[in-house]
């Protein structure tokens, strides 16, 4: 009897000491993302790994895989609910199966300018869409700023019938697959990391980004000409596994949600810069020329994707699209 009982006291001092092991165990977080480093997602990532551990040590490990070191666009969202990752900041274009209404920042020519698109997102109709996907066990933390899209090509693009028949990689999305419909091109869906090698070999001709995906990707050795279109914008929304988040401790989370909140306005400030440099350095290099439009010629490329909006204003719902058009006038 002695001896079980013995036995039995060792056995709980065991199991109270591997709980106590486990609970001093921090919290991982994989943080995985298709772009660089030296891009604006790229930078907040790290930004927030560095926050979340300094703020909360021995709490919380966040471990960062750029570059689709770990998750390709076709596979994050996946990860994210089966709990593999989580967080993510995929482009605002990927929550098309998830949410109709996020389709929105698809919208060719909706924002004036990327202060359009901070005033949207800031707005309550903006703030709602971080929480449209919560019943799909997904949570949006925060936006983050990359940019205005321009678009590139292996022709001159001054007018948009310069653009029939070319084959341009989109993202993931109705919406942009449409908007090159609406020119008469040929849109070719295509993961990030397959850019560079599909404009080099000619499976497609031309493509949309940020100045700061094209100069990090080196998309300008194998494209000649890009034009300053700035006809749409590319933005994430961070993301994390609505099960995870709300699973954390409370004092835990807080401290995560104004981290979050820190990092988004430092990578919205920088987004801004790290375009500018990277299309000057894209100048500096040579290799491309870069087509200023005149307010005569962007109007034509408007008029040519305006057809796009009343395709998808069901979907997304008229009232939103009101929404995002006042953003356009400062308050």
């Given at each position: 009897m002695?001896?079980?009982?013995?036995?039995?006291?060792?056995?709980?001092?065991?199991?109270?000491?591997?709980?106590?092991?486990?609970?001093?165990?921090?919290?991982?977080?994989?943080?995985?993302?298709?772009?660089?480093?030296?891009?604006?997602?790229?930078?907040?990532a790290q930004m927030f790994k560095k926050l979340a551990e300094e703020r909360l040590p021995?709490?919380?490990?966040?471990?960062?895989?750029?570059?689709?070191?770990?998750?390709?666009?076709?596979?994050?969202?996946?990860?994210?609910?089966?709990?593999?990752?989580?967080?993510?900041?995929?482009?605002?274009?990927?929550?098309?199966?998830?949410?109709?209404?996020?389709?929105?920042?698809?919208?060719?020519f909706l924002f004036d300018d990327i202060n359009a698109v901070d005033r949207f997102q800031a707005s309550d109709a903006g703030k709602q869409l971080l929480n449209s996907m919560r019943d799909k066990n997904i949570t949006g933390l925060a936006y983050w700023h990359n940019g205005m899209k321009q678009l590139s090509a292996n022709k001159p693009m001054r007018e948009p019938k310069d653009a029939r028949g070319l084959k341009f990689?989109?993202?993931?999305?109705?919406?942009?697959?449409?908007?090159?419909?609406?020119?008469?091109?040929?849109?070719?869906?295509?993961?990030?990391?397959?850019?560079?090698?599909?404009?080099?070999?000619?499976?497609?001709?031309?493509?949309?980004?940020?100045?700061?995906?094209?100069?990090?990707q080196k998309v300008h050795e194998v494209q000649p000409y890009f034009t300053h279109s700035d006809h749409g914008v590319i933005d994430y929304m961070v993301i994390t596994n609505t099960q995870f988040w709300d699973g954390l401790p409370e004092d835990v989370r807080g401290e995560l949600e104004k981290i979050m909140e820190e990092v988004t306005v430092a990578v919205n400030k920088q987004a801004d810069d790290l375009n500018q440099e990277a299309r000057a350095a894209i100048e500096k290099a040579g290799t491309s020329e870069i087509i200023e439009l005149t307010s005569e010629q962007r109007e034509e490329w408007r008029e040519a994707m305006a057809p796009v909006w009343k395709k998808f204003e069901n979907e997304i719902g008229a009232d939103l699209i009101k929404a995002a058009q006042d953003s356009n006038q400062a308050n």
């Open positions: 002695l001896k079980q009982t013995v036995k039995a006291l060792a056995c709980a001092v065991s199991i109270g000491l591997a709980g106590l092991a486990h609970a001093a165990d921090p919290i991982v977080i994989k943080f995985s993302h298709v772009v660089a480093d030296n891009t604006p997602k790229g930078q907040g021995g709490k919380v490990k966040v471990e960062v895989y750029p570059n689709s070191s770990l998750f390709g666009d076709g596979k994050e969202m996946e990860a994210l609910l089966l709990g593999d990752v989580q967080m993510l900041a995929p482009s605002l274009a990927k929550f098309e199966p998830y949410a109709k209404s996020v389709q929105i920042f698809d919208l060719p990689r989109v993202q993931a999305s109705n919406v942009l697959e449409e908007q090159f419909k609406a020119l008469r091109a040929n849109p070719r869906k295509m993961s990030f990391a397959e850019v560079y090698q599909g404009l080099q070999t000619g499976v497609v001709n031309g493509t949309e980004n940020t100045w700061s995906n094209y100069y990090s």
